[in-house]
């Protein structure tokens, strides 16, 4: 145990290191070798890459928004009907559902490419949620599965006794009973889409870029200081979702000392 809670403690400490070198390098002037530290900081770098920023931006939270979005409402069909029907699917529908992520997305990406380019939809918002969608889904799934099957049934029962039906009874009891894990399963699915570059590649046609790839794009040798923006905001984006996640739970049902916050 020891040993594990020193290995996140280094990745985390890795990563917050990382996180503070974008921040510097997205502000820094002049910073020649060996310099250690720049000659100013300002906003420029900022200000100069406003319109491309915010352009990236959009795309970005778009198709993150529409394709967690999609896969939280299927990925809660798929369990409310498991719930309806009182089963409990086999293990190896888990892994079909899962073979997005144990395959290279090489393997399947190429296929939709050729999908796409030849019902020329390629380069469309479509195409583009529907690759990220492939590899959203299973991680949301994953995400809601186990809380949403935990769940105590006898919740649903008592609502049923009172009349009742089977849709009240989501949107009424089992929906606000699950409002956190159904809204961190949807930031997954946020922060799934934003850290997409393949799927981003092939379906966008180079007509729709989001943050990763124009940070891919630029890494080969353009300026530091757009790349470190660009990293700053492609955090930023999957922050801002799981601050809602556990924010608006909190703020829905202050007054009800019961509801799970």
Not at 111 to 123: C, E, N, P, S
Not at 155 to 182: F, K, Y
Not at 187 to 197: D, H, L, N
Request: a positive charge; charged letters at 10%; glycine letters at 12%.
């Amino acid at each position: 145990m020891p040993i594990a809670i020193g290995l996140a403690l280094l990745c985390a400490a890795t990563a917050g290191a990382a996180l503070f070198g974008l921040g510097v390098w997205s502000i820094a002037g002049s910073w020649r070798f060996p310099d250690a530290l720049p000659t100013g900081l300002g906003l420029g770098a900022w200000i100069r890459s406003a319109p491309l920023l915010g352009e990236t931006v959009a795309v970005t939270a778009a198709a993150a928004a529409a394709s967690a979005g999609i896969a939280t409402v299927l990925a809660i069909g798929c369990l409310e009907n498991e719930t309806r029907r009182g089963i409990r699917p086999p293990p190896w529908i888990d892994w079909v559902l899962y073979l997005p992520l144990l395959v290279p997305q090489v393997a399947f990406l190429f296929g939709l490419q050729v999908l796409f380019a030849a019902t020329g939809v390629d380069g469309s918002w479509g195409a583009l949620i529907w690759a990220h969608l492939v590899v959203v889904l299973p991680y949301v799934f994953l995400s809601l599965a186990g809380p949403w099957r935990r769940l105590d049934r006898r919740w649903a029962d008592t609502a049923r006794t009172l009349g009742h039906e089977p849709g009240g009874v989501l949107w009424r009891v089992t929906l606000p009973l699950l409002l956190r894990p159904v809204l961190t399963a949807a930031a997954v699915g946020v922060a799934v889409s934003v850290a997409q570059y393949l799927p981003t590649v092939y379906a966008g046609a180079g007509r729709l870029t989001t943050l990763t790839t124009e940070a891919v794009a630029l890494a080969a040798g353009g300026d530091r200081r757009v790349i470190g923006a660009l990293g700053l905001l492609q955090m930023a984006l999957p922050m801002a979702a799981f601050l809602v996640a556990q924010v608006l739970p909190a703020l829905l049902f202050r007054r009800r000392g019961g509801m799970p916050r």
